[in-house]
């Protein structure tokens, strides 16, 4: 199995930033899909975002557009989200997740292997 960790979470003042790193230990990331969820109490998993290795497809919640980007570091083997202007309602527990799927799906059901997740709290 491939393992995720994820890293860069913590608490930012509403309009900072944060950066968050996905690494993937054992097996490589090449022809794959990752994608960042997030998940507040109460509150069901959402898509943040994903990219695909072999096509270099991107995809963004409504809700991050213009804000967050998704990058990938074929060298490393990371997938980082770039958080800008966070708002208060970006706080939640960051999860990085990986499907065999070659195109971007947005249902967490898809993905067979998720990071343990990481703390992001914005203040406000």
């Known amino acids: 199995q491939v393992q995720l960790v994820e890293s860069g979470g913590g608490l930012v003042q509403a309009g900072g930033s944060l950066r968050l790193s996905c690494l993937a230990a054992g097996r490589t990331l090449g022809t794959d899909s990752t994608a960042w969820f997030r998940q507040a109490p109460g509150k069901e998993r959402e898509f943040v975002a994903g990219?695909?290795?072999?096509?270099?497809?991107?995809g963004y919640a409504d809700s991050v557009q213009g804000r967050f980007t998704i990058s990938k570091d074929g060298i490393k083997i990371t997938v980082d989200l770039q958080m800008n202007n966070l708002k208060a309602e970006d706080t939640a527990v960051y999860y990085c997740?990986?499907?065999?799927?070659?195109?971007?799906?947005?249902?967490?059901?898809?993905?067979?292997?998720w990071g343990q997740g990481t703390q992001v709290t914005v203040s406000s």
């Open positions: 997740a990986r499907t065999r799927w070659t195109m971007i799906t947005r249902d967490a059901s898809d993905y067979e292997y």
């Open positions: 990219i695909v290795w072999s096509t270099g497809s991107i």
